[in-house]
């Protein structure tokens, strides 16, 4: 499927869903152009303290690897396809 309109978060996440995930999502709010000082909602201050910066989306992996940006996440779900067993049983 081709991600090339919509939200970047929303591509994201149509991505590992086709890739069979379920994903759990936390909404962070606010735009990366505003000023840090002005991201300061839980979702950005989480992300910054696993990533060290406030870039959405991001996606942590079960290994804890950190993805951050829609292009990495799409790629990375492309390469990672889930298991068969765990698409079945919505894990």
Avoid: F
Wanted: with cysteine; charged share 20%; proline share 7%.
């Amino acid at each position: 499927m081709l991600y090339e309109s919509g939200y970047p978060c929303s591509k994201a996440y149509q991505a590992l869903r086709d890739a069979g995930y379920w994903p759990k999502v936390t909404k962070c709010y606010g735009h990366l152009k505003l000023p840090e000082m002005l991201n300061q909602t839980p979702g950005r201050r989480a992300v910054k303290r696993l990533a060290g910066n406030i870039v959405v989306p991001a996606l942590v992996t079960d290994d804890g690897e950190i993805i951050q940006e829609a292009e990495h996440i799409i790629a990375w779900a492309h390469a990672h396809p889930a298991r068969a067993d765990a698409v079945l049983a919505g894990v």
